[in-house]
């Protein structure tokens, strides 16, 4: 068993920052080893005029081995390539079965709270609708033939209308010259003029809101709808759209 894990560890694919890491050190190399082939290729010249033949084989030995070296590399970054194509692969697909494992517990949910809790709380809500309806009617018939003396009964329904909303206004402000000595507002003057100060008086009222009009009460039943699971299927409660 011990072993079996062991190969599994060795067998398991890379992570694709991993590779990315592998192919910017090839890189990385490959480029020093770019700008040494150009110092050599200058060095060669040099070397020719000085007319050692063995230290000149022995740079061209360096310089073949560096393009060995350059051959190997980029072998090796085609394959690194391929493997960082496959990493990003697989963890695509791991990140899509992870969001449809997640989809597939959300459907079966989904279909428990379609199939038996809407029901159940569809019918709850029903007969709480039915009963209030019943009880409200018992209450519209003493309403309306109330004793002598007994004020009208509410069903405690909240009222779900409200009343009118008339235009709203604002009141304004204008700065002025005044004549000091009079209160009589200025229009020409001269600068020289001490008598004439600067004053805030009313304006004319400015229009901030429009009316609107009255929403009538609607019970709440009326606007309740709850319809049945299937096409054709009769609402729990409300009109069969």
Known sequence: MAAKALLKTFMRPRDAEAIRADIAAVDAAEAARAQVAVEAAARRQELVLEG????????????????VEAEVAAAKRVRLVEELRAAEEAAEQG?????????????????????????????????????????????DEANAALPDGKPRISNGEPNRGRDAIP????????????????????????????????????????????????????????????????????????RRS
């Open 52 to 67: 050692d033949v063995d230290t000149l084989e022995a740079h061209d030995a360096k310089v073949r081995r560096a393009a």
């Open 95 to 139: 990140r899509r079965n992870k969001l449809y494992a997640v989809a597939t517990r959300a459907a079966a949910e989904t279909r428990k709270l379609y199939l038996e809790e809407y029901p159940r709380v569809a019918r709850q809500l029903a007969q709480i609708l039915s009963r209030i309806g019943e009880l409200s009617a018992q209450i």
């Open 167 to 238: 235009d709203r206004y604002e009141p304004t402000t204008r700065r002025v010259y005044v004549d000091s000595r009079s209160g009589a507002e200025v229009v020409a003057f001269r600068p020289s003029d001490t008598h004439v100060v600067v004053e805030e008086r009313d304006g004319p009222t400015s229009l901030v809101s429009l009316a609107q009009p009255a929403v009538p009460h609607v019970p709440l039943g009326a606007e309740v709808h709850l319809p049945g699971l299937a096409y054709g299927d009769a609402p729990f409660w409300g």
